[in-house]
């Protein structure tokens, strides 16, 4: 069955590093994009980044642009997605989904992802 599998949340503090992980399996990766998401408490889930895992295309938030590098291992079915310089504002639980395309580009819309995680947490603190 269809799982993504996010790995590598954790507790940190500003200015700090964490690299979160998305292992894939039960569909044919190369026909999707993934993205990263997340979630605040009281606040909406919003789109951070998302990759074509086929041609590499990517997209940032500008809140992320210039922190956040997304990447992915198609060979392990695997995205990453490295956050550095770390804020209290970035605490939330981070998913990733699975969003089937039919061209070279992707998007972080919520509502049209197919498959999501389950989440990880990042706590950043001050």
């Known amino acids: 069955q269809v799982q993504l599998v996010e790995s590598g949340g954790g507790l940190v503090h500003a200015g700090g590093s964490l690299n979160l992980s998305c292992a894939a399996s039960?569909?044919?990766?190369?026909?999707?994009?993934i993205g990263w998401f997340r979630q605040a408490p009281g606040k909406e889930r919003e789109g951070v980044s998302c990759i074509v895992t086929s041609t590499g295309f990517t997209y940032y938030a500008d809140s992320v642009k210039g922190r956040f590098s997304i990447s992915r291992d198609n060979a392990k079915n695997t995205v990453y997605l490295q956050m550095d310089s770390l804020k209290p504002e970035d605490t939330a639980v981070y998913y990733c989904a699975a969003d089937l395309i039919y061209n070279d580009y992707c998007n972080t819309l919520v509502s049209g992802m197919d498959y999501w995680g389950q989440g990880t947490q990042v706590t950043v603190s001050s």
């Open positions: 039960g569909f044919t990766f190369s026909y999707y994009a």
